[in-house]
């Protein structure tokens, strides 16, 4: 129980998917400019996440039984991205307004390195199904976590005078470098509170 | 005559006007992860432009038997398939390279700078035409990298090509007589200084990013060119996005009612 604590803090914390281990870039930085698109995306992801964790964990025991773990990638990567449409036809049929919050992002999401690298790294780290899960859940909570504050970082930026030369992404790459940065005080806090 | 002309734009245009990095603003997520130090950029670019150009002359070479309603899965599946092959020689004759990069190699599949290419080049070109694409863009991602490692190394870690071994060591053992790069750290300490640590952290990474944005982007706009975006326009994703008008719609209405 304390281990799985421990993982929930990392992901949200000292170990943030997006702020220190550098998932998914490319919707953090694209689709963070108004809070509620920032948070729709975020919740499509963890959705996915823990959906794909699900998915993939059974078939890799499956594919080391059979020693075919050099397959993993090709396996993996289309099984998202069966998934992703799965989920996306299930939502538009069955939950018409959650697929209006959610849906428009599903079909980024299958490029979106976070998904496929939390499930790599769940096999790597060699978890338990358990601690896959709640590895994923941390790592999407994380997700949010910096796609919300980053979004309001943005906010207030627009009302700032940047210099000519930064405007536009290289601003935005600085006040990422910034919210990084202050994440790096949590460093030891899972250490601190006894988790580990 | 005429034809190798172009071949050479269409190798040329991947190194500058085009840079897959700094001017498509693709495949960020490598670009920020492992260019701590110039050999694992020197490494993830390498291991990207095979995939790149292999993937590029099959997708290619197939463009007119994948039926377009599902090229995109097609094309990930050729990709998928090359990375594997890729991750496997790395871990065969470069084992450190694969500790260092991690997750980050067999996620060379989701690069969208591979996607990208074979969307809105390889489907469209000849076999010939789309190497030499796949090339360009491949050295011009590694020279990308590379500037992101010097500064990030030299800066942060106070050493430029350091653990250059690691890759080496596919040529045989101490190439070079074992010179494993070079190391200011001496010379630093003897004027009172450190390296400053910040730069190899991921904050660092962001920053050196945005700089190198910046500098790209002046470059750019001095020489009448557009700024470099990220959006739509240079997703891979875009021609098969559904969403992309509804996303657009929303957008565009939020910005009316703001």
Redesign the interface.
Known sequence: MKYMIALLVMGLLTNNFV????????PF??VSK?LN?AVGMSAAVIFVMLMATAATYPINVLLEKNDLA?????IF??VI?ALVQMVEIVLKKFMKPLYNSL??????I????AV??VV??NI?EGYTFLQAMVNSLGAGLGFMLAMVLFAGVRKKMENCDVPE??????????A???V??SF?GFGGIVEGMGLI | MAEKKSLGKEFTKGLIKENPVLRLVLGTCPTLAVTTSVTNAIGMGIAATIVLVCSNIVISALRKIIPSKVRIPAYIVVIASFVTIVQMLVKAFVPALDTALGAFLPLIVVNCIILGRAEAFASKNTVLYSAVDGLGMGVGFTAALCMMGTCREVLGAGTFLAGIQDLLVLFGDNVLGGWNGFDFNGALEFVGLQPITLFILPAGGFFVFGILMAVANKIATSNGKQKAVLGCANCPMAGTCTSKKEHENCENKEAATV
């Not at chain 1, 702020?19 to 870039?25: E, M, P, Q, T, V």
């Not at chain 1, 849906?103 to 980024?108: C, D, M, N, T």
Request: proline share 4%; glycine share 10%.
């Open positions: 702020l220190s281990k550098f998932y998914g870039i490319c930085l694209g108004k698109t050099f397959l993993q990638t090709v990567i289309l991205a849906g428009i992002y599903l079909p980024l299958t490029t979106n390195c496929l690298g790599i790294l790597d030369f930064l405007k536009g992404l290289p601003i935005t790459l600085v990422a470098s910034l990084s940065l790096l």
